[in-house]
């Protein structure tokens, strides 16, 4: 007889339980739609560890309401990193609650939720990046990659933003997961501007943008082509490691992503530029040397030949490349100012030789003879500068060189000219 009472004691107390939860999920509701979410979250907090034991539906029930009481309290700016994250995690444990039952009666309205907490999310990191708090910026950046995990494209921004916050222990991390995944990046994008509001819009498809372009509603349609970004992960995972003084695990890491993706050009630049870092010179020129043959007229590639050249101190070759990128290419900007960087090098050089000159009448003379190297060097810059102004007249930099280098020349005219400009 007593384990009988035992039994229906125990079944009293469940059913009690049961009852509870029901009630305080009711009040947390209210507390909502009262617009309360402290009270709501403070509810739903008393009645959490019971919940272990609710049946499906009220589990679902339960992190529904958690998920909108923390979101409710983001939105107020109350703890918002902290709270985005517990609504996240409580509308992911809705989600896995509702597949597993079959059930799927708030499924819907969470995962509206955890977009616009993705945004939430991207938007905060962007603040943090702005602020140099890249740190934090990069942990959202992941988080949201964590909601929606075919939106690969923030876990390669979380990795980046991870190395622009030095921590290079979690940019390894998320570069490799980004190797696992054999992530490319590559992509083409469709724009075309608004005629109501003059914005831009993004297009997921081609046919969508010229369809709404011919129905009178956009113009201006173009295309954006964005390549492929392995070469630049495959860099900073060699790069990480050669910090770490992991020579071997960086050069096996680059060899290894070009057996996997033989035809991309950029793990042959990387591959290169590790090699110059090492200064393995036989092994940078081959790899140089099978670069170009696989791509002969890619600027791109060209170019950055150029700047790995250039960094080496190998400027001949440098300005080489950089007239190949000119001749295919007369809009290639860039190309110009580094060719006026390059021949700007040489400039330290004559002025220090000219400083250690006295006032003898033979000094004064080789002091003339450097001086005329110097303008010459000068007046050699001048087609590339001012072409890289006409091309992108916003770039102050450039005007500003350009403007230091009519001043030594004593160009006066041309240097009025362009002040007047700026």
Known sequence: ?????LIIATALFLSITSFAQKNELKAAEKSLKDGKSEEAVATLTGVEPMIVNATDA??????FLKGNAHLGLAKKNVELDKNLSLAAKAYQELLEVEKTS????YSTQAATSITEIKGRLINSAIEDTKANKNSEGAKKIYEAYLLEKKDTINLYYAASTYVNAKEYDNALKLYEELKRL?????????YAVNKVNNNEDFFATVAERDRLVKMGTHEKPRTENVPSKRGEIYKNIALIYVQEGKIDEAKKAVSDA???NPEDTSLIITEANLYLQTKDMDMYKKLISEALEKNPNDVD?????????????NYAE???FYNKVIELDPKYVNAYI?????????EKVLVEEMNKLGTSAADMKKYDALKKKRDDLFKSTIPYLEKAVELDPQNVDVKKTLLNVYSALEMTAEHKALKAKM
């Open 1 to 5: 007889m007593k384990s009988r009472y």
């Open 58 to 63: 009220e589990k679902g029930q339960f992190f």
């Open 102 to 105: 079959g059930k799927q009666k």
């Open 182 to 190: 054999n992530y490319s990046g590559k992509a083409t994008y469709y």
């Open 258 to 260: 070009r057996k996997t």
């Open 301 to 313: 590639l060209i170019f950055n030949l150029g700047v790995i050249s250039a960094q080496a101190k």
């Open 318 to 320: 440098a300005e080489k």
């Open 338 to 346: 580094n060719m006026a960087v390059i021949k700007l090098e040489g």
